[in-house]
């Protein structure tokens, strides 16, 4: 299988034109383990069994039980992802990086099993995570391993990768991974993929990796900063991000909990998502809006009592209807915005 070359998507089983892809999750996890780093010892390394008795109780408190993070089952995936397939779902980008349990071959699997075209992610989630991997790395071997990803392939799994991230930044953000970003914008010069950040949860956060990464001589135009929905949570912050040349990405929708674990704030809830983004749509920031659901639990897939990859489908678009979006500002952020941001220039 040969590497993508600018003008198309890569995905886990090769090129695609851009135009193939149709509805896009653009930040999404099928298998990985977030798991917080503690909570398995705390379980004495025994899994949850979630059962109707205590499925509320795990996905409200859902990163205290040892099990809930850990999506491994292929099997169980490709159910999953064919949920979204019949509802309509065109692409997913999986963004499981180093320090998350990335499985590219299993990716594969799913992708021509469900025939969803899939893209991988490569790079490094914040050191909590996946410090072992690279606190002793210079940028040029972090950044080597990022190119390797797209253009030859993730580990020896023969399958490449087709966007850089979600690359980790914490609270502060450490030195470690300011090399790690660094080597993302050395590697987006490189290999024209764009890059995803999973950015620091204090508001300053987003502003400060957007000029980090224009300091750098990265293009904020191919940068996305995830989690706006526990970062920013008013008009004027969000505007000054996108002000400053980024895409802005809530990818929280499906969590209607105003609970949040590592932090405190409330979290939005769908409705409050959408009201926000209506408003920077109407001031003209539509084409830099990106939507998805970060699963990465079980109780957020259907065989475990959650609402699936459909979910944006399902529900999220009937919304988008109800309170006045257009279609064609429905298209612009659910399909050409992450067809543009997909296809490597
Ligand atoms: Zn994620």
Not at 157 to 172: F, L
Not at 190 to 206: D, K, L, M
Not at 318 to 327: A, I, Q, V, W
Request: net charge negative; proline share 5%.
């Amino acid at each position: 299988m040969r590497a993508a070359t600018a003008g198309e998507v890569q995905t886990v089983l090769g090129p695609v034109a851009p135009d193939l892809l149709g509805l896009v999750l653009p930040h999404e996890h099928i298998l990985c383990d977030v798991t917080p780093p503690g909570i398995a010892a705390s379980a004495g390394g025994q899994q949850v069994e979630i059962n109707l008795e205590n499925v509320h109780e795990i996905r409200y408190h859902w990163v205290c039980h040892y099990g809930n993070h850990i999506l491994d089952d292929v099997t169980v995936a490709i159910e999953e992802v064919a949920r979204f397939e019949r509802a309509g779902g065109g692409a997913i980008v999986e963004l499981t990086i180093c320090g998350i349990k990335p499985n590219p071959a299993g990716l594969a699997e799913i992708s021509r099993a469900t025939g969803v075209p899939i893209v991988a992610g490569t790079g490094y989630y914040i050191e909590a995570h996946a410090g072992g991997f690279f606190t002793g790395c210079s940028v040029d071997q972090l950044a080597h391993k990022m190119i390797d990803g797209v253009k030859n392939g993730l580990g020896d799994s023969g399958v490449r990768a087709g966007i850089i991230g979600e690359i980790g930044v914490s609270d502060p953000w450490s030195s470690a991974e300011q090399r790690v970003m660094t080597a993302a914008v050395l590697a987006q010069q490189e290999t024209g993929a764009s890059i995803n950040v999973h950015p620091g949860r204090q508001p300053f956060s987003p502003l400060e990796i957007v000029r980090f990464v224009r300091r750098l001589g990265g293009d904020p135009a191919r940068l996305v900063i995830s989690h706006l929905d526990r970062t920013l949570f008013d008009v004027a912050s969000v505007a000054r991000l996108l002000d400053d040349g980024c895409i802005a990405e809530w990818d929280f929708f499906g969590i209607e909990s105003a609970y949040y674990p590592f932090a405190d704030i409330d979290l939005p809830n769908d409705g409050q998502r959408l009201n926000l983004i209506q408003v920077l749509v109407s001031q003209g920031y539509g084409s830099r809006i990106l939507i998805s659901q970060d699963i990465c639990t079980k109780t957020r897939l259907v065989r475990w009592g959650g609402h699936g990859y459909a979910h944006l489908i399902e529900a999220v678009l009937p919304m988008m209807r109800r309170k006045g979006f257009s279609e064609t500002e429905i298209t612009q952020i659910t399909e050409l915005t992450p067809r543009r941001l997909l296809t490597l220039v």
